[in-house]
């Protein structure tokens, strides 16, 4: 079996062994049929589609646009709005703002996989991964101003709480990595269609800590709810010369799967209604 083909496989069975039973069900509508595709072509392909039958690698970049999974969050728990109000953090202030809102998500992304020639050049199947580097937009952060007793104005400062998603460890709030597999085929010489299925995880986190000098300083993290989401995307592409080609692609985000922290089933989390996802970008060469 050719190395595409191994990329091929690992690649799926990585994407749905991820996921949940009830997960998979819902994703399996949309990879089973490209997986069916797959094991028909190699039944029935003979020794001379074979040879055909190579995988070329690609990378890719381009700035993506993502609506917020995550509208508002309401009822936000004291212990996430209790922030300490002292240097020796002994005297503690709650924030009486209980009420925020998450942001849509934005930056840029790099994508690397494999592409497999099922039908000569007219059906295509891509598996890869995707890093998603970026940060959210239109966030709220609820405050609170202190002073020292006995300091000047120069040393008050402020306490704030805000929410965002992330993914990994704590400090990550700005790299998501992901898992895709996608059709495409070619409508002509210099233009391809495509479908493409994303799976990554996704969490709702809440943040505290102090606003001193125009510099936040981070004092405490709180998970909500840990998400598992997919995104279903079609794209159009333009080769303007061999090789290269650039790409616009739009679809819809959906949470496959949610698991609440005790403080996520304390708040009331308003998630967001049809959150799309845009992006445009190109393939790079070198």
């Known amino acids: 079996m050719s190395l595409g083909k191994n990329i091929a496989t690992v690649g799926l069975a990585g994407i749905l062994g991820g996921c949940s039973a009830t997960m998979t069900n819902e994703v399996f509508s949309v990879i089973g049929p490209m997986v069916g595709v797959v094991m028909v072509q190699e039944r029935n392909q003979n020794v001379e589609d074979k040879k055909d039958n190579d995988s070329t690698s690609f990378l890719e970049a381009g700035s993506i646009y993502r609506h917020p999974l995550v509208k508002e969050v309401n009822n936000v728990p004291e212990r996430i709005r209790n922030v300490p109000s002292g240097r020796d953090k002994s005297e503690q202030g709650s924030i009486e703002d209980d009420s925020v809102t998450v942001g849509s998500r934005t930056g ?31 966030a709220n952060t609820p405050k609170k101003d202190y002073a020292e007793l006995g300091e000047s104005d120069q040393n008050s400062f402020l306490t704030y709480y805000s929410m965002h998603t992330k993914a990994g460890p704590n400090w990550n709030s700005f790299l998501i990595p992901k898992l895709f597999v996608g059709l495409e085929t070619n409508i002509s010489n210099s233009f391809s ?38 995104s279903i995307t079609g794209s159009l592409k333009y080769r303007p010369s ?45």
């Open 193 to 230: 269609v495509g479908v493409d299925c994303s799976i990554w995880r996704e969490d709702l986190v809440a943040e505290t800590g102090y606003d001193r000098y125009n510099r936040d300083d981070r004092e405490a993290g709180f998970n909500l709810v840990d998400m598992t989401v997919c």
């Open 108 to 138: 840029m992304f790099l994508r690397y996989g494999q592409k497999l020639r099922l039908i000569r050049e007219d059906l295509l199947l891509r598996v890869g991964v995707e890093f998603e580097l970026g940060g959210m937009l239109s």
């Open 242 to 286: 061999n090789g290269n080609y650039l790409f616009l692609e739009a679809g819809m985000q959906n949470i496959l799967d949610k698991n609440y922290h005790d403080l996520g089933r304390e708040a009331d989390i308003e998630f967001g209604k049809n959150p799309f996802t845009v992006s445009v970008g190109g393939h790079l060469t070198f």
